[in-house]
Nanobody, 128 residues
Framework: QLQLVESGGGLGQPGGSLRLSCAASGFTLYRYSIGWFRHAPGKEREGVSCIGTSDEITYYADSAKGRFTISRDNAKKTVYLQMNSLKLEDTAVYYC?????????????????????WGQGTQVTVSS
């Protein structure tokens, strides 16, 4: 069965950190570009960060630059999103998504190219 499963969400404090994980099963992860998206109530879905075939091939939305780090462990078939310096506005449901063309990681994040697989999402709440 082809699926993505997110974990690591929860309650974080402003200025704190959380690490999200996206575990893939049923397909060859290393061939795919992977993205982290978030959807907050009343806002449009945002492509937060996307990664190509390696940790050096990444894209970050302005809201994530300097605070979030995306990485992948192809052996574990897992992509991570390390979120530091959390802000109240980071509160959202976070989803990971996979696109079959690793070179289209920017298009994946920008919405110009659709993901093939989506996870079910994990809630991140930043509150003091």
């Amino acid at each position: 069965q082809l699926q993505l499963v997110e974990s690591g969400g929860g309650l974080g404090q402003p200025g704190g950190s959380l690490r999200l994980s996206c575990a893939a099963s049923g397909f060859t992860l290393y061939r795919y570009s992977i993205g982290w998206f978030r959807h907050a109530p009343g806002k449009e879905r945002e492509g937060v960060s996307c990664i190509g075939t390696s940790d050096e091939i990444t894209y970050y939305a302005d809201s994530a630059k300097g605070r979030f780090t995306i990485s992948r462990d192809n052996a574990k078939k897992t992509v991570y999103l390390q979120m530091n310096s959390l802000k109240l506005e980071d509160t959202a449901v976070y989803y990971c998504a996979a696109h079959p063309l690793s070179g289209l990681y920017r298009a994946l994040c920008s919405g110009n190219s659709r993901a093939r697989y989506w996870g079910q999402g994990t809630q991140v709440t930043v509150s003091s």
